[in-house]
């Protein structure tokens, strides 16, 4: 029990919390953003995916270059927000079932490519990835700096005061002049972008793309999302919550032997589950969430 | 009828092109493998018989799907849902003495696994309605809640030493192959459709049905009307979250004659195209399983050619087509099933329709 605690309050750990939480601020921030404009994004899931994906695939492609394969990840995210926005504000379609058929695609993709091209369904080639330590990564200073910058343009912008005017009420934005649509596509795809740096930072913290990886993190960066009441920087510091449990998990996996580690695995579902339930009723969501908008 | 025959039409049409595209960008060519998918599942009887092995679990959680649907709610959890019914049912199969007459052992089985399904749905249906936590993201929580104690259980109890399936249950437990030679079609098909017919009679028939439909489409009139909707939601999902778990009743007792890990699985997910295109109507859902079935026996026809992936695409596109194009031809603002509402509440507006206290 000991060893366990000193884990827990060692360097290690906290380098640990701070890797597993950054797919999670990045897409719950996202998430955020998609949703003060009124657009649930349950599609955050597979975001993160392609994001991995496209980030594996340039890091193979470019022979490890850390650039290309963000640049790769980055842009699958915005094209696979891009496509969830095509169906969800053009063609007007459920959020949901969207998002939820959105998954799908982005779970079978990287295995039909990966069986396709390397011959092998679950695994890509191995790359580098970030390599070195947590501090020289740049990655990492550019997200820190993404809280901020996100926090201060949902809040303090022009356009941010456009992304929370649709998603409260599209149309007295619309009568406005603002174009609802137009702003609804530019924080969804924003969402797609922030989700595929989430899912190039999954990828590229190991050293190859594994299917599924993803693993339920798009689900849970929503929650984070709800539970930080729809503002950037609680949002992430709700992810942070979940990063923390990712982080034990880790450990509690080595030092306790009481607790079977297949349950262990899940603390991070039960932990959202629990939250949800305390979070909800204290935190309002944008008033028009969820409908799609048509001028009258 | 004709508007709905045309939209799937239309998906479909999109659904192949796009696929074509696919296949064609890893150097195969699309018509050969359509044409194999083709004769591999309606060519022989053997490739029909697998196409209704595969469409009856999806007449189940595309069931489980539409009444969840009907009241206005989202069970994205069939997929955990008909893994702990399969669960239960292979091991109160297991449990079963040799004894027992078969129709009974059977019956006690699927039973069990509904119980199982209905269970876990009806927890996020406490959940939503008691706290109001939304009941899509509880509902995908629970499918990896669910997995990670299926396998402690089994790990630690049930699973046979090295493998990761249960004991094999008894003979009197098992249901009997339909008669297509080779092909695991099995008479769980008949149960789905019994099923399918039961559900149409209670929304179309019944009082209680009609108080469904009622909450579904406009909870706050149903409520005025002297519906209480908390017992609705949670009816509602456990009765789906017990279809999901009949899915037992195809894969354990018609088919393997235990549990492995893995069973099943993505025919959850697929429920909720299955429930799209049908429209959430049973009889249209049994045509929905037919399609989405075939297209699953497809994906393993055509194995050889392409990766079996190919097969979720298409149906991800479908899904994707089918709600694009519902709501685009003047349904605009309404989701793609017909009969849900408008979704007050959704993952991220967990607004509580029952109470209305913290507003």
Redesign the interface.
Known sequence: MAEWLVTMFSLTFLMQVVRVTMPYALAAMGGVISERSGVVNIALEGILMMGAFGAAVGAYDSGDSVFVALLYGIGAGVATAALYALAVVTWKADQIVSGVALNMLAYAIPPYFLKAFYNSSSNSPKYQGFGGTLFDNPVLWLALALVVVVQVVVTRTRWGLRVRAVGDNPHAAHTLGVSVNAIRWQAVLTSGALAGLGGSWLALSGSSFVAGMSAGRGYIALAAAIMGSWRPAWACAASLLFGFADAMVFNLETFVKSVPNELIQKFPYVLTMITLCGFIGRSRPPADLGRPFSAR | MKREVSTIGLALLVAALAGSV?IWF?GKSPLEVYGLLLRGTWGSAYGIGQVLFKATPLILTGLAVAVAFKVGL?N?GAEGQLAAGSFVTALCGAACPASWPGPIAALLCVLAGMLAGAGLAGLAGV?KV?????E???T???N??VS??I??AG??HFFLKGITHTKTIPDNATLSHLGFPGSAANTSLLLALGLAAAVAYFFARTRRGFEWRAAGHNPRAAENGGVELAGVFIGAMAISGALAGAVGANYVLGYKHYYEQGIGSSDG?MG??VA?LGRNHPAGIVVAALLMGTLSHGGLATADE??K??V??L???I??SV??????RGR??K???AT?P???????????PVEHK?G
């Not at chain 2, 408008?342 to 509580?352: I, K, Y």
């Open positions: 696919l890893i989202f994205i959940l008691r706290y109001g936590a939304h899509v993201i509880n995908i929580m629970l990896f809640i990670g104690v396998l402690w790990n630690s997910f909720i195209a799209l392409v990766p992936e190919i979720q695409i149906q991800a596109i899904i994707l709600a694009g194009a519902a709501a685009y605009a603002g989701p793609g099933p849900a408008v979704p007050t509440g959704d993952a991220g507006a967990p607004r509580d913290d």
